[in-house]
């Protein structure tokens, strides 16, 4: 292959069918490909405060979804709770079939999920690059022992992990800023940065939380073609997001939460039009 920037290799998932893009003409959306996540009756309280209470839906495999709604409508909550930073009070969640609900988030991450905070978290005293190249192996496991018994191997990984997590860094634009601390650069680069510490990850599906929230809109475009490139790759994403242009221009389907329930969902024309929805947005401001 050659010409402009290629992802960075996604793998194929063990062989799960999940059908190449051809030529970049449409997407693979709800194939029964890797990444279609199921979430079923999902609650999650705070003392009285039920945040999400009672979610359904499904973010289809190979598809970008976009997770709408009002502030405090639960969208944050029912991320943290997909991605095992909470246990569910009710309800399930499934990865390609596989229930993942309740599990601690590394056990989340290593089914394929990986997610990204609305508030960057980046390790601020470390480069870019040391940022990108710690985030654990999926596959992890054998490392342990590796390190005692081939010593030569382990040295080969690494020079491996750190090539993957260089191609990834250009992927994402950041290669001029890889040596600079992770914390003295822009929000906006720095929510790149966690894209790029999800997809080190050889993810599944991603989950992005604002991803354009403060960031300038030069880079804005830069994360819209990256998602875009690595959807055509067959990524699924689940992408939580105020900007209307974004959700727009970037989902296949839209997920719409009110006061910890779905009030809608479908194809975006037909969701912003929805008068439920705008009244949730305050008398059309979702425009
Ligand atoms: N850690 C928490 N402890 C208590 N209440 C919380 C916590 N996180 C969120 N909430 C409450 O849950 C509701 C949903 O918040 P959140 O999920 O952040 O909404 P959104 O992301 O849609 O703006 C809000 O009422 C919020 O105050
Ligand atoms: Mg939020």
């Given at each position: 292959m050659s010409g402009g920037t290629r992802p960075p290799e996604l793998s194929a998932h063990g062989g799960n069918g999940r059908p190449a893009t051809s030529g970049g003409t449409g997407r693979p959306a709800g194939d029964g490909g890797a990444g279609r996540l199921e979430v079923a009756d999902v609650v999650k309280a705070f003392g009285a405060n039920r945040a999400v209470d009672g979610v359904s839906f499904v973010a289809e495999a190979g598809r970008i979804t976009g997770l709408i709604g009002p502030n405090g409508a639960g969208k944050t909550t029912l991320f943290n709770a997909?991605?095992?930073?909470?246990?569910?009070?009710?309800?399930?969640?499934?990865?390609?079939?596989?229930?993942?609900?309740?599990?601690?988030?590394?056990?989340?991450?290593?089914?394929?999920?990986?997610?990204?905070?609305?508030?960057?978290?980046?390790?601020?005293?470390?480069?870019?690059?040391?940022?990108?190249?710690?985030?654990?192996?999926?596959?992890?496991?054998?490392?342990?022992?590796?390190?005692?018994?081939?010593?030569?191997?382990?040295?080969?990984?690494?020079?491996?992990?750190?090539?993957?997590?260089?191609?990834?860094?250009?992927?994402?634009?950041?290669?001029?800023?890889?040596?600079?601390?992770?914390?003295?650069?822009?929000?906006?680069?720095?929510?790149?940065?966690?894209?790029?510490?999800?997809?080190?990850?050889?993810?599944?599906?991603?989950?992005?939380?604002?991803?354009?929230?403060?960031?300038?809109?030069?880079?804005?475009?830069?994360?819209?073609?990256?998602i875009v490139e690595l959807n055509k790759r067959g990524l699924s994403f689940l992408i939580i997001e105020h900007n209307m242009d974004f959700i727009m221009s970037l989902c296949d389907h839209i997920v719409v939460m009110a006061t910890g329930r779905v009030i809608a969902e479908g194809e975006p024309d037909t969701v912003i039009a929805d008068p439920q929805v705008i009244d949730a947005y305050l008398g059309g401001a979702i425009q």
């Open positions: 997909v991605a095992g930073e909470y246990p569910l009070d009710a309800g399930s969640v499934r990865l390609d079939g596989e229930q993942i609900g309740s599990l601690p988030p590394y056990r989340v991450f290593s089914h394929g999920l990986a997610r990204t905070f609305q508030i960057p978290r980046p390790f601020g005293g470390m480069t870019v690059l040391e940022n990108v190249m710690c985030v654990p192996e999926r596959q992890a496991g054998e490392r342990f022992w590796n390190s005692w018994l081939r010593p030569g191997l382990v040295a080969r990984e690494e020079r491996r992990n750190m090539e993957r997590a260089r191609e990834i860094i250009e992927f994402c634009g950041l290669t001029k800023v890889e040596r600079q601390l992770a914390g003295a650069i822009s929000g906006g680069q720095q929510k790149l940065v966690e894209l790029a510490r999800a997809l080190m990850a050889d993810p599944k599906i991603v989950l992005l939380d604002e991803p354009g929230a403060g960031v300038n809109p030069a880079l804005l475009d830069t994360i819209v073609d990256r």
